[in-house]
């Protein structure tokens, strides 16, 4: 086992390289860039750009607008909107965003920074990329843990009885109560819980925007702690809904698989109850899929489901975060967001497929390589 954990740790430096270049060499080709975002940002509203160029370049002051290109260098600029522009003050941004290096030594650089955790500072934002994320992070740990354990803890019980049941009246109308909670868009579910419980056209049961209430610093531990349930139940119910069909199917799928196979024929003809053989026998093969599938479940969940819902109910977590970044082009809080959140995928997956021998300590990858 040992073995095929380092195997397996290797393998993801090339598959992590991999996804940063072509994902570094998309974005780099990819319209509008950061200068043309600074560029814009100065012509629609103003000058503070020009503190942003002065504190980053570190030299003398270049203000835009203080020469007008009138020359054919400033005129056929490469960079939509630049136009008019100083090209000193091009060439100044150009620098500042790093796009005065060629692309090979841009990604290079890059790469080597981030080998060691230095994910750089946000073009946008004029902070650290780790400090904004670990700043975000709590919400969407939050909405991704509980999330998560409501699918599991609802979905598993669901689909073994859907198994037993197969056929009856109980698996038909939830197999018709999965469809429609699949067919439903989590953000239109969250739209419609606003509009029901929290001080829409109905009740006001519910807050309607933010993880906790002004006044939590005063409040003691239990009622903090009810706060915190409080203002995450709407947002947590809206990412739940969408999640249950595929887990409840893939378990009721695993055990009516397991529950015709000869050993469950044998256990019921030694007289075994029902519930020792659903239980006892057939449980650890039937989950084995299931089970295993926990991490990376919770990353899928954690990172690539919650932009909407953050939006709607004004969670200010990792999804908005990305999403301003991707539109403004922030490439250090892309890339490092990316980098990070790649590596944390990667690193899951390593950890579902050990999960395989913590439920059946059958399984041998090792036996299986050779």
Known sequence: MT???????????PTLLGIMLVNFVVVQLAPGGPVEQAIAQLTGQGGDITERVTRGGGGETVTPGARAATDAAGSASRYRGAQGLDPEFIAELERRFGF????????WQMIKSYVVFDFGESFFRDRKVVDLVLEKMPVSISLGVWTTLLVYLVSIPLGITKAVRDGHRFDVWTSVVLVVGTAIPSFLF????LVLFAGGSYLDWFPLR????????QLTLGGKILDYLWHITLPVISMVIGGFA???????????????QQYVLTARSKGLTERRVLYGHVFR?????VIAGFPSAFVGILFTGSVLIEVIFSLDGLGLLGFEAA???????????LYFFSLLGLLMNLVGDLMYT?????????GRAG
């Open 3 to 13: 073995a095929y954990i380092v195997r397996r740790l290797l393998l993801i430096v």
């Open 100 to 107: 005065d290096k060629p692309m090979h030594e841009r990604f």
């Open 190 to 193: 969250a739209v419609f819980l």
């Open 210 to 217: 933010g993880l906790t209430s002004e006044n939590f610093d």
């Open 246 to 260: 595929t887990l409840t199917l893939l378990t009721k799928n695993s055990f009516m698989d397991q529950l015709h």
């Open 285 to 289: 093969n039937a989950m084995l899929l």
């Open 327 to 337: 539109f403004n082009r922030d490439y250090p809080l892309m890339f490092g967001t």
């Open 358 to 366: 913590v439920v059946d300590p059958r399984i041998d990858f090792e």
